[in-house]
């Protein structure tokens, strides 16, 4: 493609500041695309990798979700025939020094039949067995981590357990590669029985691993299993454990593939802008090449493989920015992971899927080749005769902007029709779908519209500037419409996520104000979402004691799994529950739920468990436990913000029959008048801190400690919010750097008759602020109207929990300030350009 | 009968006649019955391939007590360690069965609990020595298929087979012709020969010939055991109470 | 009221080119004065030095007292408004803006109150005859119309200085002696200072005074 470097490289290379704001919008979709995904496929490696590193040969895994089960399973799953070899595991995450740390307990007596250690052939790694299962401090660590800590054996690596921080040693190193590789190397292996004791476990596994004999096959094994354990237990192969964990990140894969399509969407528009501005600006050249022989379909040709060249270069662009986006996001999934599965992973490989780096590109190079399609036409249309003469540019034509009227209605039609079939999936999105799109054909129209409503006003303002500033507008509809309709879609997405933002602080601040009503909570960790300790039940009498304490709520919180995906089980005690049953009502009736709860006979289930479960009131849900299944009735709906993944609340008698498990996870407590929180905080530290391991936050703390939780969950929201204003604004130079070029005579005339130079300053300013205005009132106008579906998608596939409709008019009206103020940052650079220069070229200029 | 146990046990002399295997072994297993016995020794683990000079980093000295009482087959047995001071306390329960896999108990007096061994697991080496939880199982001499394999240096070389579950698939047995004494075993699992065993400086203790050295080599992991019996008693008044569960947690 | 002190101008480029070459040029308050010349000889850039749109290399350019080599772009911007009048050969007008609303520009920029301008651009349009045409766009006007315009919003405060470049150039013979006369109506009633970059031998003929220019150097000075 000679005309490619002939003709299009050196208007790019004039232009390269422009081409580089045009793919800004390919970028941070691409970005945000690949980033999200990459760090979705990273994190599920890794801890695809450690399931299968740490599950060595076992083929098969029994577990009763997070609280666990008896040590007596263990013989259990031993007697069956078919099995060869079972051992039992507990596996938590401790901090040491900084790092996570993988804790595999395992019996170290038996679990070589499932895991090689790898410590023989090591030149420091001798092991003594017997000193290592004789003294309970043993810990055996990976090569990696030891070579990171400078541990070597006998070394001292102090651990957070129960009983507070404690010293173990380093007995044994593990060769890298196979179990040592798991966790990223940041593994060390215990004693299962040490492990019991140092998490506060009782005698509980959790977990056993197993082979089975040679000649029975997997679903022969796991069917045999589940026949003698009974249905409380999962007996699955350990890679099932990634596939529920891919379920479950394929919600935030939703929630960013959205906004990078907004993103994209966005970006399609500035590359329209460029493109269309760049056809009217090489006219001329387009009419020689014409006038020399070039046929229209080359001169398509010409300008679509531009685009295309463009979408390539935004996706690498893009690519290479997603992929820092993805080192950032991985943590954040790390740590989502072990909160949902027990196995945090840290930071993984991050590598680019050859696959996602594929549909990227194509992403990217569709964008920009659609966005390049009209331009293209209207380039392979241009009259060589017409384009030689020197005149004025053509403007959009009437016609297109009929048809496109046209087209419009049908989608604002056809999305109305969608509205009425509310909340089927496909017809849902569609009708998203649909109304940005006709937004977007509308937006044109309505541009010059307001354009020509606003002339007056500016007018008024400054009659010079004002009136120029507006006609610059009206009389280049392409300049504008394109930049018009980025920040409006930019605009839009800050009103719907703000919206989203505003409202579910809203609701999470009434949530908080009824069920975090207590004075002080007592936890084993110091926050609300590890559950690695456990305390003992009786601390609870021990709490009753302090002077100034009223009342002590215990609460036993695990991750269990309902219908094969994970939902959080809040065992609760009388006070406990009638303080969860009081949360803001959905369905039900808060006495007979509580009454039906603590009669251990129903549960009551958070708004997001029976939205995501589509359970509804009076409904059974089977609740697996290790003495079978819980057959519970749903008697209530209230709206809790405890898990993303939904809530039951059942009694805590009902949990400690089924479970046989007395452990406490958090204790609530309220006080007596007269007493201050931070002087019982003191006294129940100083009475437990010495024998136990326990954290006690004060309701301002624990308040504070899920407003971070939140404002977390919604930060990437906020900065992927920023880009994209911040391309619409990129937009809004664009346009102005076109602007400028093209009224360059027209600015020069208004220099050569006495306009000074803040006179020529203030009307590119007002061209600006113009555009910000005119993008200001169809933002906020989509913006309702996105924020609508925005909600309804949340309810149905991201949360569960149905937000409400309201307005966001804070930030609608803080918009203002903050996009006039960004267009005239956006201004400042093209009204410079406009004020130097030569006025003799200037008005030379054609 | 097996290993550990006759490397515990020794082995005692006596004379021979025209036998077959079986009748070799019963002989065996009758000229080291005793009541009651106890030893106390020193183990001696070389955990480097490369081999253990004496004062190696890679050699781990062990100071144990192995009382046992009761027949052939449904004796009852405890390991205890007593030193160094890191796995003094740390016992083993063996209680035997004629007809069935031995019940092994191991107690931890730092961690606080005993916790049953399991039979999958019995084929892995018992803390870091080149024996198995296995090798520590007494076997009658009827739970084996015997055939003798030939003579040489006073010695008969039998072929045993077991008849129960066990992690070998047959041994060869090394007995002295002239005492009827094991002089060397050697075991062989499905990859090949697993471990060897040599018997040395014999002694007639209490009218039972008593090898007070038995060195053991895993001939796989080319590490190697050895062990020295400093006190050997026989006969002694133990109590079967002493040899359960509960008694091994007490006795410390 | 315009002296030139030997003032040269020359365009860095590839190659220097010398636009102007040490001029030095006296016009006085009133004269009516046409500035002749082959294409490429300075002509133009003479007249953009004169009326501040550009700055000499050397020299100096003084414009009723004011040596404009001293002022920053602002003050320049001042003087042109103030005092001197353009009227180029493709008029310039805004096309958005109508004929009265173009004659207003200036005024505007000057920041006169509304109805003064309004009052001061009918004057003017009615002055160049095309009161008629007030709310019409450019597009709407014939060349000679146009020109008229410009030469409207040229003279909105009377400015002491007219300066004209190639007024004639875009339009047919007829309508350019139309323009011709206009321009030198103008002269006469309100005693402006005028000078007319031409090559058209009639118009320079039509002047008191013809400057000749070659090769950016006075070739001759030319007093009828």
Same mark, same amino acid.
């Given at each position: 493609m000679m005309l490619l470097r002939l003709i299009s490289w050196p208007y790019a290379r004039k232009h390269g500041f422009r081409w580089l704001l045009t793919i800004a919008g390919i970028v941070l979709g691409v970005a945000v695309f690949v980033g999200m995904h990459t760090a979705n496929q990273s994190v599920l490696a890794a801890f695809q990798q450690t399931i299968d590193r740490i599950a060595g040969k076992a083929q098969l895994q029994v577990t009763a979700g997070e609280p666990g089960f008896d040590e007596g399973v263990l013989d259990k799953v031993r007697s069956l025939p078919e099995v060869s070899a079972a051992a039992p595991v507990i596996e938590a995450t401790v901090s040491a020094g900084g790092t996570n740390l993988l804790i595999l307990g395992v019996d170290m007596l038996g679990d070589r039949s499932l895991r090689t250690y790898d410590l023989e052939n090591s030149e420091d790694g001798i092991d003594d067995p017997l000193v290592f299962l004789a003294q309970p401090d043993s810990l055996m660590v990976s090569k990696t981590l030891a070579d990171r800590k400078g541990l070597t054996i006998g070394s001292r690596l102090p651990l957070d357990t129960m009983a507070g921080q404690e010293v173990f040693i380093v007995r044994g190193i593990m060769q890298p590669g196979g179990l040592a590789g798991a966790f990223g190397g940041d593994l060390a292996v215990m004693d299962i029985y040490a492990a019991e004791k140092m998490f506060g476990r009782g005698k509980r596994f959790d977990r056993v691993d197993l082979a089975l004999k040679e000649g029975v096959s997997l679903d022969e094994g796991e069917e045999k299993l589940k026949a003698s354990l009974g249905p409380g237990f999962q007996v699955e192969p350990p890679s099932s454990r990634g596939q529920q964990f891919e379920a479950t990140s394929r919600v935030y894969a939703i929630a960013s593939d959205i906004t990078s399509l907004f993103a994209l969407f966005i970006g399609m528009f500035i590359i329209y802008n460029t493109f269309a501005i760049a056809v009217t600006q090489r006219r001329a050249e387009i009419g020689i090449l014409r006038a020399l022989g070039a046929t229209r379909a080359q001169i398509r040709t010409l300008f679509l493989a531009e685009s295309a060249l463009t979408g390539l270069a935004?996706?690498?662009?893009?690519?290479? #920015?997603?992929?820092?986006?993805?080192?950032?996001?991985?943590?954040?999934?790390?740590?989502?992971?072990?909160?949902?599965?027990?196995?945090?992973?840290?930071?993984?490989?991050?590598?680019?899927?050859?696959?996602?780096?594929?549909?990227?590109? #194509?992403?990217?190079?569709?964008?920009?080749?659609?966005?390049?399609?009209?331009?293209?036409?209207?380039?392979?249309?241009?009259?060589?005769?017409?384009?030689?003469?020197?005149?004025?540019?053509?403007?959009?034509?009437?016609?297109?902007?009929?048809?496109?009227?046209?087209?419009?209605?049908?989608?604002?039609?056809?999305?109305?029709?969608?509205?009425?079939?509310?909340?089927?999936?496909?017809?849902?999105?569609?009708?998203?779908?649909?109304?940005?799109?006709?937004?977007?054909?509308?937006?044109?129209?309505?541009?010059?519209?307001?354009?020509?409503?606003?002339?007056?006003?500016?007018?008024?303002?400054?009659?010079?500037?004002?009136?120029?500033?507006?006609?610059?507008?009206?009389?280049?509809?392409?300049?504008?419409?394109?930049?018009?309709?980025?920040?409006?879609?930019?605009?839009?997405?800050?009103?719907?996520?703000?919206?989203?933002?505003?409202?579910?602080?809203?609701?999470?601040?009434?949530?908080?104000?009824?069920?975090?009503?207590?004075?002080?909570?007592?936890?084993?960790?110091?926050?609300?979402?590890?559950?690695?300790?456990?305390?003992?039940?009786?601390?609870?009498?021990?709490?009753?004691?302090?002077?100034?304490?009223?009342?002590?709520?215990?609460?036993?919180?695990?991750?269990?799994?309902?219908?094969?995906?994970?939902?959080?089980?809040?065992?609760?005690?009388?006070?406990?529950?009638?303080?969860f049953s009081h949360q803001p009502l959905v369905a039900g009736h808060p006495a007979r739920m509580l009454e039906q709860t603590l009669a251990g006979a129903g549960a009551i289930a958070s708004e997001n468990f029976v939205t995501l479960h589509g359970a509804k009131l009076g409904d059974s849900v089977e609740i697996p436990s290790p003495s079978g299944m819980l057959h519970m009735r749903i008697a209530g709906v209230v709206r809790d913000f405890t898990d993303q993944q939904g809530t039951l609340f059942i009694s805590r008698d009902a949990y400690v029959r089924a479970w046989n498990d007395t452990g406490i996870t958090s204790f609530g407590i309220f006080l007596k008048p007269g007493f201050s929180a931070p002087g019982v905080r003191q006294a129940i530290l100083n009475a437990f801190s010495a024998k136990s391991r326990i954290f006690v936050m004060t309701n301002a703390e624990v308040r504070g400690y899920i407003d971070r939780l939140t404002n977390q969950w919604f930060g990437l929201t906020y900065v992927q919010i920023a880009v994209a204003v911040l391309v619409a604004i990129l937009g809004i130079v664009n346009a102005l750097t076109v602007s400028i070029t093209d009224r360059r005579r027209e600015l020069g005339v208004l220099q050569a008759v006495g306009g000074l130079r803040w006179q020529i300053r203030h009307t590119i300013w007002m061209e600006a602020a113009a555009i910000g205005v005119i993008g200001l009132a169809l933002g906020l106008g989509l913006g309702a109207v996105q924020l609508y579906y925005s909600v309804q998608v949340t309810q149905r596939d991201i949360i569960g929990i149905d937000l409400g409709y309201a307005y966001p008019f804070g930030i609608a009206f803080g918009l203002l300030p903050v996009i006039l103020g960004a267009a005239w940052l956006a201004a400042l650079g093209p009204g410079e350009q406009a004020v130097r220069g030569s006025l003799v070229e200037a008005l030379e200029y054609e | 009968?097996?290993?550990?146990?006759?490397?515990?046990?020794?082995?005692?002399?006596?004379?021979?006649?025209?036998?077959?295997?079986?009748?070799?072994?019963?002989?065996?297993?009758?000229?080291?019955?005793?009541?009651?016995?106890?030893?106390?020794?020193?183990?001696?683990?070389?955990?480097? %391939?490369?081999?253990?000079?004496?004062?190696?980093?890679?050699?781990?000295?062990?100071?144990?007590?192995?009382?046992?009482?009761?027949?052939?087959?449904?004796?009852?047995?405890?390991?205890?360690?007593?030193?160094?001071?890191?796995?003094?306390?740390?016992?083993?329960?063996?209680?035997?069965? %004629?007809?069935?896999?031995?019940?092994?108990?191991?107690?931890?007096?730092?961690?606080?609990?005993?916790?049953?061994?399991?039979?999958?697991?019995?084929?892995?080496?018992?803390?870091?020595?080149?024996?198995?939880?296995?090798?520590?199982?007494?076997?009658?001499?009827?739970?084996?298929?015997?055939?003798?394999?030939?003579?040489?240096?006073?010695?008969?070389?039998?072929?045993?087979?077991?008849?129960?579950?066990?992690?070998?698939?047959?041994?060869?047995?090394?007995?002295?012709?002239?005492?009827?004494?094991?002089q060397r075993i050697e075991c062989y699992n499905k990859k090949g020969l697993a471990r060897t065993i040599d018997y040395t400086d014999f002694e007639m203790i209490q009218g039972i010939w008593t090898a007070r050295s038995v060195g053991v080599i895993d001939t796989i992991r080319k590490t190697r055991t050895a062990m020295h019996y400093d006190k050997v008693d026989y006969n002694l008044p133990l109590k079967d109470e002493a040899f359960t569960v509960e008694a091994l947690r007490i006795a410390e | 009221m315009i002296?030139?002190?030997?003032?040269?101008?020359?365009?860095?480029?590839?190659?220097?080119?010398?636009?102007?070459?040490?001029?030095?040029?006296?016009?006085?308050?009133?004269?009516?004065?046409?500035?002749?010349?082959?294409?490429?000889?300075?002509?133009?850039?003479?007249?953009?030095?004169?009326?501040?749109?550009?700055?000499?290399?050397?020299?100096?350019?003084?414009?009723?007292?004011?040596?404009?080599?001293?002022?920053?772009?602002?003050?320049?911007?001042?003087?042109?408004?103030?005092?001197?009048?353009?009227?180029?050969?493709?008029?310039?007008?805004?096309?958005?803006?109508?004929?009265?609303?173009?004659?207003?520009?200036?005024?505007?920029?000057?920041?006169?109150?509304?109805?003064?301008?309004?009052?001061?651009?009918?004057?003017l349009l009615e002055l160049v005859k095309l009161d008629a045409r007030m709310d019409h766009l450019p597009d709407e006007l014939s060349g000679g119309e146009r020109q008229r315009v410009a030469i409207a919003r040229a003279l909105s405060v009377y400015p002491p200085v007219l300066l004209a470049d190639e007024p004639t150039g875009n339009l047919d013979s007829v309508t350019g002696l139309e323009i011709l006369d206009l321009i030198h109506d103008l002269h006469q009633r309100l005693g402006s200072t005028v000078l007319v970059v031409t090559h058209d031998a009639g118009v320079a003929e039509s002047c008191a005074r013809t400057i000749h220019i070659r090769d950016g150097r006075v070739f001759e000075d030319v007093t009828k």
């Amino acid at each position: 493609m000679m005309l490619l470097r002939l003709i299009s490289w050196p208007y790019a290379r004039k232009h390269g500041f422009r081409w580089l704001l045009t793919i800004a919008g390919i970028v941070l979709g691409v970005a945000v695309f690949v980033g999200m995904h990459t760090a979705n496929q990273s994190v599920l490696a890794a801890f695809q990798q450690t399931i299968d590193r740490i599950a060595g040969k076992a083929q098969l895994q029994v577990t009763a979700g997070e609280p666990g089960f008896d040590e007596g399973v263990l013989d259990k799953v031993r007697s069956l025939p078919e099995v060869s070899a079972a051992a039992p595991v507990i596996e938590a995450t401790v901090s040491a020094g900084g790092t996570n740390l993988l804790i595999l307990g395992v019996d170290m007596l038996g679990d070589r039949s499932l895991r090689t250690y790898d410590l023989e052939n090591s030149e420091d790694g001798i092991d003594d067995p017997l000193v290592f299962l004789a003294q309970p401090d043993s810990l055996m660590v990976s090569k990696t981590l030891a070579d990171r800590k400078g541990l070597t054996i006998g070394s001292r690596l102090p651990l957070d357990t129960m009983a507070g921080q404690e010293v173990f040693i380093v007995r044994g190193i593990m060769q890298p590669g196979g179990l040592a590789g798991a966790f990223g190397g940041d593994l060390a292996v215990m004693d299962i029985y040490a492990a019991e004791k140092m998490f506060g476990r009782g005698k509980r596994f959790d977990r056993v691993d197993l082979a089975l004999k040679e000649g029975v096959s997997l679903d022969e094994g796991e069917e045999k299993l589940k026949a003698s354990l009974g249905p409380g237990f999962q007996v699955e192969p350990p890679s099932s454990r990634g596939q529920q964990f891919e379920a479950t990140s394929r919600v935030y894969a939703i929630a960013s593939d959205i906004t990078s399509l907004f993103a994209l969407f966005i970006g399609m528009f500035i590359i329209y802008n460029t493109f269309a501005i760049a056809v009217t600006q090489r006219r001329a050249e387009i009419g020689i090449l014409r006038a020399l022989g070039a046929t229209r379909a080359q001169i398509r040709t010409l300008f679509l493989a531009e685009s295309a060249l463009t979408g390539l270069a935004g996706t690498a662009l893009g690519i290479v #920015a997603g992929l820092a986006l993805a080192r950032a996001m991985a943590g954040y999934i790390g740590s989502l992971l072990q909160d949902v599965y027990g196995v945090a992973q840290g930071a993984g490989e991050i590598t680019l899927d050859p696959k996602l780096a594929l549909a990227a590109g #194509a992403m990217g190079v569709l964008t920009s080749l659609v966005a390049a399609v009209i331009p293209a036409r209207n380039a392979a249309r241009v009259d060589p005769v017409k384009a030689l003469q020197k005149g004025q540019y053509q403007s959009l034509s009437e016609g297109e902007n009929r048809a496109r009227r046209r087209w419009a209605i049908a989608c604002v039609c056809a999305s109305l029709v969608a509205l009425g079939f509310g909340r089927i999936g496909v017809v849902l999105y569609a009708g998203f779908l649909l109304a940005v799109l006709a937004a977007v054909l509308l937006s044109p129209a309505v541009t010059l519209w307001l354009a020509r409503a606003i002339r007056p006003v500016l007018a008024k303002v400054r009659p010079v500037e004002g009136t120029l500033a507006a006609d610059s507008l009206i009389q280049a509809p392409r300049r504008t419409s394109g930049t018009v309709a980025a920040l409006m879609l930019s605009l839009a997405l800050v009103v719907s996520l703000g919206g989203l933002a505003r409202a579910s602080y809203d609701a999470i601040a009434e949530w908080m104000h009824v069920s975090l009503n207590l004075d002080l909570l007592v936890t084993p960790v110091e926050n609300l979402t590890n559950r690695t300790f456990v305390l003992p039940e009786s601390l609870g009498a021990g709490l009753r004691a302090i002077p100034g304490v009223a009342d002590v709520q215990m609460v036993r919180g695990v991750r269990i799994q309902v219908n094969g995906s994970p939902v959080m089980l809040l065992a609760a005690d009388h006070g406990a529950l009638m303080r969860f049953s009081h949360q803001p009502l959905v369905a039900g009736h808060p006495a007979r739920m509580l009454e039906q709860t603590l009669a251990g006979a129903g549960a009551i289930a958070s708004e997001n468990f029976v939205t995501l479960h589509g359970a509804k009131l009076g409904d059974s849900v089977e609740i697996p436990s290790p003495s079978g299944m819980l057959h519970m009735r749903i008697a209530g709906v209230v709206r809790d913000f405890t898990d993303q993944q939904g809530t039951l609340f059942i009694s805590r008698d009902a949990y400690v029959r089924a479970w046989n498990d007395t452990g406490i996870t958090s204790f609530g407590i309220f006080l007596k008048p007269g007493f201050s929180a931070p002087g019982v905080r003191q006294a129940i530290l100083n009475a437990f801190s010495a024998k136990s391991r326990i954290f006690v936050m004060t309701n301002a703390e624990v308040r504070g400690y899920i407003d971070r939780l939140t404002n977390q969950w919604f930060g990437l929201t906020y900065v992927q919010i920023a880009v994209a204003v911040l391309v619409a604004i990129l937009g809004i130079v664009n346009a102005l750097t076109v602007s400028i070029t093209d009224r360059r005579r027209e600015l020069g005339v208004l220099q050569a008759v006495g306009g000074l130079r803040w006179q020529i300053r203030h009307t590119i300013w007002m061209e600006a602020a113009a555009i910000g205005v005119i993008g200001l009132a169809l933002g906020l106008g989509l913006g309702a109207v996105q924020l609508y579906y925005s909600v309804q998608v949340t309810q149905r596939d991201i949360i569960g929990i149905d937000l409400g409709y309201a307005y966001p008019f804070g930030i609608a009206f803080g918009l203002l300030p903050v996009i006039l103020g960004a267009a005239w940052l956006a201004a400042l650079g093209p009204g410079e350009q406009a004020v130097r220069g030569s006025l003799v070229e200037a008005l030379e200029y054609e | 009968m097996n290993k550990i146990a006759i490397i515990l046990l020794a082995a005692a002399a006596g004379v021979a006649w025209g036998q077959d295997g079986h009748q070799i072994m019963l002989e065996v297993q009758k000229r080291q019955h005793t009541n009651s016995m106890r030893y106390e020794g020193t183990l001696y683990s070389c955990t480097s %391939p490369k081999g253990c000079p004496a004062n190696s980093k890679a050699l781990v000295t062990k100071r144990w007590v192995y009382e046992r009482i009761g027949d052939f087959g449904k004796s009852k047995g405890i390991l205890r360690f007593t030193g160094p001071a890191e796995v003094k306390g740390v016992a083993l329960l063996i209680v035997n069965h %004629p007809d069935a896999a031995s019940d092994q108990w191991l107690w931890r007096p730092a961690v606080g609990r005993e916790q049953k061994v399991a039979v999958q697991d019995r084929s892995t080496r018992f803390f870091g020595t080149d024996f198995t939880f296995e090798d520590l199982e007494e076997r009658d001499a009827d739970q084996y298929t015997y055939t003798i394999d030939g003579e040489m240096n006073g010695q008969w070389k039998i072929d045993a087979k077991p008849k129960k579950a066990s992690g070998y698939t047959h041994c060869y047995f090394y007995i002295d012709k002239t005492n009827y004494t094991f002089q060397r075993i050697e075991c062989y699992n499905k990859k090949g020969l697993a471990r060897t065993i040599d018997y040395t400086d014999f002694e007639m203790i209490q009218g039972i010939w008593t090898a007070r050295s038995v060195g053991v080599i895993d001939t796989i992991r080319k590490t190697r055991t050895a062990m020295h019996y400093d006190k050997v008693d026989y006969n002694l008044p133990l109590k079967d109470e002493a040899f359960t569960v509960e008694a091994l947690r007490i006795a410390e | 009221m315009i002296s030139l002190k030997g003032v040269s101008k020359q365009f860095d480029g590839a190659r220097k080119v010398t636009a102007l070459d040490r001029i030095d040029l006296e016009i006085c308050r009133g004269e009516l004065v046409a500035i002749v010349g082959p294409s490429g000889s300075g002509k133009s850039t003479l007249l953009n030095l004169i009326g501040g749109l550009d700055r000499a290399t050397s020299g100096e350019v003084v414009l009723d007292g004011s040596a404009l080599s001293q002022l920053s772009d602002d003050e320049l911007t001042r003087i042109r408004r103030d005092k001197i009048g353009f009227i180029f050969q493709f008029f310039n007008l805004l096309p958005t803006l109508s004929c009265l609303e173009n004659v207003s520009l200036p005024l505007h920029l000057r920041g006169w109150p509304r109805k003064k301008t309004a009052e001061r651009a009918r004057e003017l349009l009615e002055l160049v005859k095309l009161d008629a045409r007030m709310d019409h766009l450019p597009d709407e006007l014939s060349g000679g119309e146009r020109q008229r315009v410009a030469i409207a919003r040229a003279l909105s405060v009377y400015p002491p200085v007219l300066l004209a470049d190639e007024p004639t150039g875009n339009l047919d013979s007829v309508t350019g002696l139309e323009i011709l006369d206009l321009i030198h109506d103008l002269h006469q009633r309100l005693g402006s200072t005028v000078l007319v970059v031409t090559h058209d031998a009639g118009v320079a003929e039509s002047c008191a005074r013809t400057i000749h220019i070659r090769d950016g150097r006075v070739f001759e000075d030319v007093t009828k």
